[in-house]
């Protein structure tokens, strides 16, 4: 062959290796997903998706925004702003009920019960529900855990009136507790906790009960879409949810690889913090009994229709069959997919 030939002939290979990329990359269809809040441990197993290329090998090139509250979430990816959220599900009931022709469902639970409750210096002795009755909460007005406090107390024959709320800022729910002038304060443990270790507080100093434990049903944070965007792309979610079940299983796995990726990613994040952050939330959301059994989002109708009934009481909103049943297991990969492994058990 002569030379001319072979030049031609390499030409020939590398115009069809670059047609072929472009072709591949042209295949790939774009995903935009906002978190539910700023840059956190949890958001973990979606960074080892994308990091891994498992959004890459299901044909989705993903783009991730930090969030900015669950509620903000829900009505982004509600209004097309964004494809996919995380965001806590419970919203929905309300929203849907708002807002039946922007329907949003949940495709995906990470959190199977919510880390909500109720957070304390532990010198109070608050342990059990019937142990808030004559105690100040601070809180912030309207917020979830305040709308569900009710159906908490409801649960235990208590009256809900017999807690006083002081009402602040969000930034201040922490300090009035730590400085004494609140008994508690309602809350994400996962948050709540680590603010106060960060503010100089002794871990062991802190007691903390959430809502699931006092007999709260509904699943907590996953992955949500517009209903008509499911309809529209369903090899799209299917393709995303099975991308970060393989994340999350991997976190569990490895939780180091996560929080390196998060370092990585908001290099502002203290790891130590964080891994802290993980820890509290397999304990109280991820890893539960259920889960352990029966194997991630692994949605129980039963209890998701107690969980429904107990939201519309806090919210004061009469369901309807489109608000009601916002989970769609349609989009999970099988069940022998979502097991917990064994040695993280």
């Known amino acids: 062959m002569t030379i001319r030939r072979t030049l031609r002939a390499l030409a020939a290979g590398t115009a069809l290796t670059l047609s072929g990329f472009a072709a591949h990359a042209q295949d790939k269809t774009d995903v935009s997903f906002v978190l539910d809040w700023a840059w956190q441990a949890m958001h973990g197993p979606f960074l080892i998706a994308l990091d891994k290329g498992?959004?890459?090998?299901?044909?989705?090139d993903v783009t991730i925004d930090r969030g900015f509250g669950s509620g903000d979430t829900i009505s982004k990816v509600a209004s097309g702003a964004y494809d996919v959220g995380f965001a806590e599900g419970t919203g929905l009931f309300k929203f849907n009920t708002d807002n039946p022709e922007n329907r949003v469902i949940q495709v995906m639970v990470i959190n199977d019960q919510s880390p909500t409750g109720v957070i304390s210096m532990a010198d109070t002795g608050i342990e059990k529900p019937e142990d808030l009755i004559g105690k100040k909460i601070s809180a912030t007005q309207n917020e979830?855990?305040?709308?569900?406090?009710?159906v908490v107390a409801k649960l235990h024959d208590l009256d809900p009136a017999g807690v006083e709320f002081l009402y602040v800022e969000p930034n201040l729910r922490d300090a009035l507790?730590?400085?004494?002038?609140a008994d508690a304060t309602f809350g994400f443990a996962t948050t709540t906790v680590l603010n106060m270790v960060q503010a100089g507080v002794d871990r062991d100093d802190i007691a903390y009960s959430t809502f699931a434990q006092w007999g709260l049903k509904p699943y907590s944070s996953g992955i949500l879409v517009k209903a008509d965007y499911a309809e529209e792309h369903p090899d799209v979610v299917k393709g995303f949810v099975k991308a970060t079940m393989r994340g999350l299983i991997e976190m569990l796995e490895n939780p180091e690889e996560?929080?390196?990726?998060?370092?990585?990613?908001?290099?502002?994040?203290?790891?130590?913090?964080?891994?802290?952050?993980?820890?509290?939330a397999k304990e109280l959301s991820i890893l539960t009994p259920d889960v352990i059994e029966k194997g991630i989002s692994e949605v129980d109708p039963e209890r998701f229709?107690?969980?429904a009934k107990q939201i519309?009481?806090?919210?004061?909103?009469?369901?309807?069959?489109e608000s009601e049943s916002y989970f769609d297991a349609s989009f999970l990969p099988p069940l022998d997919e979502r097991q917990v492994p064994a040695d993280v058990k």
């Open 305 to 307: 229709a107690t969980a």
């Open 54 to 60: 498992y959004y890459e090998e299901e044909g989705l």
């Open 177 to 181: 507790v730590i400085q004494g002038q």
């Open 258 to 280: 996560g929080l390196q990726l998060l370092k990585e990613r908001e290099p502002l994040v203290d790891l130590d913090v964080e891994t802290a952050r993980w820890e509290l």
């Open 144 to 150: 979830a855990t305040v709308l569900t406090w009710p």
């Open 312 to 321: 519309a009481e806090a919210y004061g909103i009469t369901l309807t069959p």
